[in-house]
């Protein structure tokens, strides 16, 4: 049996310094380390080859002793075996596998964040805490993120009226928030209990050999949904789900001159957030119903009227309707059918500004139909004047 040589397994040669040697097995390492590879049998007999090898070539005397002998006094040697190898006899290195490793060495004696190697697991975390529970037998506890609550929407109807002049209205709607039975823990009287799936991480991590190397999955765990715990009892209220549904009610101020689209926004009244997160908002979207009468431009109120067409060549004074009350309206002479007259400041408030749209008086001319004797006889003699 050919003795193992040492620094084949490093992948150096016999010449490298102390710091070759290390960086060597840290790249080695971390290539064959059992739980990076959980899929390939033969990574722990490679790892444990890793392991022997440097702790030999990593210590001067031990070293010494392998380059001058080929072998290390005191670490399994087998006179049996015969001579052969670099420099003497064969020997049998009886290692104790990876439990042996310091793995400072492997990736990086400042730890994370620090120098050497450790910056490869800034992303994926420490192995021995992605498989904390296999090596130490603890977890790290779960640092649940706050979240915000989700915003919700209302649609509410608004009259002409109500559009115009402002108001207020009481409105409905439901909404989840957290159980009052349970606090919110989705637990009979609270009592929760650290989950067995997880270990409390509210992770899960899987290895998985891709065609560019080893990946790490990691998502939420199924069995807590990420929250690290579950519940000992659920709670027979919201049945472990921690939320249930309630009507809520608010009083909603309405700007005078909202339009159809206008957006309310009420802060914090959309749902609670989990885990001491800012709740969300409510946003109300308003949407102006017609009028029998007028009709909507803007901000301005669009009114028709018809008027006689000697009126309307004369020029007069008539009444007009507006959403305050009744006011003259005088027509010009020679007005025209089609015309659009101006009521300034009588159409809608503009939201957030203290002026007003207009109400605009579009002038329809009524031609006579049914005309007697005389009538015909002085549009005749209109007519023949050339008007």
């Known amino acids: 049996m050919a003795s193992k040589d040492y620094y084949a397994t490093l992948g150096i040669d016999r010449s490298a310094s102390k710091e070759d040697i290390k960086s060597a097995f840290r790249k080695m390492a971390r290539k064959y380390h059992p739980d990076v590879n959980p899929n390939d049998k033969t990574a722990e007999s490679k790892f444990k080859e890793i392991n022997e090898a440097y702790e030999v070539l990593n210590d001067e005397k031990k070293r010494e002793m392998y380059d001058r002998f080929g072998t290390v006094s005191g670490v399994g040697f087998n006179p049996a075996q015969g001579a052969a190898g670099p420099g003497g006899p064969n020997y049998t290195y009886q290692s104790s596998g990876p439990a042996n490793v310091d793995f400072n060495e492997i990736f990086g004696s400042a730890g994370r964040g620090g120098a050497g190697g450790s910056d490869f697991f800034n992303d994926l975390g420490d192995i021995f805490d992605v498989f904390s529970n296999r090596r130490t037998g603890r977890a790290r506890p779960h640092q649940q993120r706050p979240e915000a609550g989700d915003d919700l929407r209302y649609d509410m109807e608004v009259s002409f009226d109500e559009a ?114 800012p709740p969300g908002d409510l946003y109300i979207v308003m949407r102006v119903m017609p009028h029998q009468t007028f009709q909507r431009e803007g901000d301005d109120i669009i009114y028709s009227t018809a008027i006689s067409f000697t009126q309307a060549a004369l020029g007069g004074r008539v009444k007009i309707p507006t959403m305050e009350g009744e006011v003259m309206l005088s027509v010009p002479p020679g007005t025209k059918s089609g015309t659009k007259l101006r009521l300034r400041n009588k159409g809608f408030k503009k939201v957030g500004r203290p002026t007003r749209g207009s109400q605009l008086v579009k002038i329809n001319i009524n031609v006579p139909t049914n005309l007697t004797n005389d009538q015909r006889q002085l549009l005749e003699q209109l007519a023949q004047a050339g008007l």
Do not use: W
């Open 164 to 277: 115009y002049f402002g108001g207020e209205r009481a409105v409905k709607f439901k909404r989840f928030e957290n159980c009052p039975a349970c606090g919110g823990t989705g637990a009979k009287d609270g009592r929760i209990t650290t989950c067995r799936t997880c270990g409390g991480t509210g992770e899960t991590r899987q290895v998985q050999n891709t065609p560019f190397g080893n990946m790490m999955q990691v998502g939420p765990c199924p069995q807590c949904n990420g929250t690290g715990h579950t519940a000992t009892m659920p709670c027979p209220t919201c049945r472990g789900s921690e939320k249930v549904e309630q009507v809520r009610q608010l009083s909603v101020k309405i700007p005078a001159g909202v339009k159809s689209g206008t957006k309310l926004r009420m802060p914090g009244e959309g749902t609670p957030g989990n885990h001491g997160g």
